[in-house]
T-cell receptor, first 119, second 115 residues
Framework: SAVISQKPSRDICQRGTSLTIQCQVD?????MFWYRQQPGQSLTLIAT?????????ESGFVIDKFPISRPNLTFSTLTVSNMSPEDSSIYLC????????????????FGPGTRLTVT | AQKVTQAQTEISVVEKEDVTLDCVYE???????LFWYKQPPSGELVFLIR??????QNEISGRYSWNFQKSTSSFNFTITASQVVDSAVYFC????????????FGKGTSLLVTP
């Protein structure tokens, strides 16, 4: 399985500022996903980020608020812009784990998450 | 519409009891994948199992077992002889071709195992 790291692990930010979250994978992966988990809630997909194409956003999430970069097959960033207290959540990146034959395993693994508090 | 339903919000059991977590899903795809994840109090999301729509064989891994029934669109998870360390939130999730294989999560079931 892929090993995924995220930075920062947590942050406390002021209203109106922006935070960029980094996701690093130890192997090349085609598909990366960004999820949000609001306090006490389930996970909701923000967007799918494939290298070489624009991120695809889910309903309710827009690029101006959550710009995503995917410069290569091992790295992605998610920016939470113009933050408000409602953005306080855990943000998680996930990747689809490939298998040794190069085809997809359709298993998805998650990073440890970034716990964001907006005051 | 909710694609993955975990009707049990919270379950509390005493150690060594068996417990089953229910998951019902909804999809029109013929090819899809079902997952279970564990989220302990520390917050990380731990992958437990993936099952594809063409494989209805039940699976057992130690104290964990999964019952996949396409006829009832269910993918239930049983923990045998539960332990305190099993206390966590468990999420069932669905992945479909039409969604680019992104995960659609249920609301989760919070399991508390007491000594």
């Amino acid at each position: 399985s892929a090993v995924i790291s995220q930075k920062p692990s947590r942050d406390i930010c002021q209203r109106g500022t922006s935070l960029t979250i980094q996701c690093q994978v130890d192997s090349q992966v085609t598909m990366m996903f960004w999820y949000r988990q609001q306090p006490g809630q389930s996970l909701t997909l923000i967007a799918t980020a494939n290298q070489g194409s624009e991120a695809t956003y889910e309903s309710g999430f827009v690029i101006d608020k959550f710009p995503i970069s995917r410069p290569n097959l091992t790295f992605s960033t998610l920016t939470v812009s113009n933050m408000s207290p409602e953005d306080s959540s855990i943000y998680l990146c996930s990747v689809e784990g490939g298998n040794s034959g190069g085809s997809s395993s359709y298993e998805q693994y998650f990073g440890p998450g970034t716990r964001l508090t907006v005051t | 519409a909710q694609k993955v339903t975990q009707a049990q919000t919270e379950i509390s059991v005493v150690e060594k009891e068996d417990v089953t977590l229910d998951c019902v899903y909804e999809t029109r795809d013929t090819t899809y994948y079902l997952f279970w994840y564990k989220q302990p109090p520390s917050g990380e999301l731990v992958f437990l199992i993936r099952r594809n729509s063409f494989d209805e064989q039940n699976e057992i891994s130690g104290r964990y077992s999964w019952n996949f029934q396409k006829s009832t669109s269910s993918f239930n998870f049983t923990i045998t002889a539960s332990q305190v360390v099993d206390s966590a939130v468990y999420f069932c999730a669905l992945s479909e071709i039409n969604s680019g294989y992104a995960l659609n999560f249920g609301k989760g079931t919070s399991l508390l195992v007491t000594p």
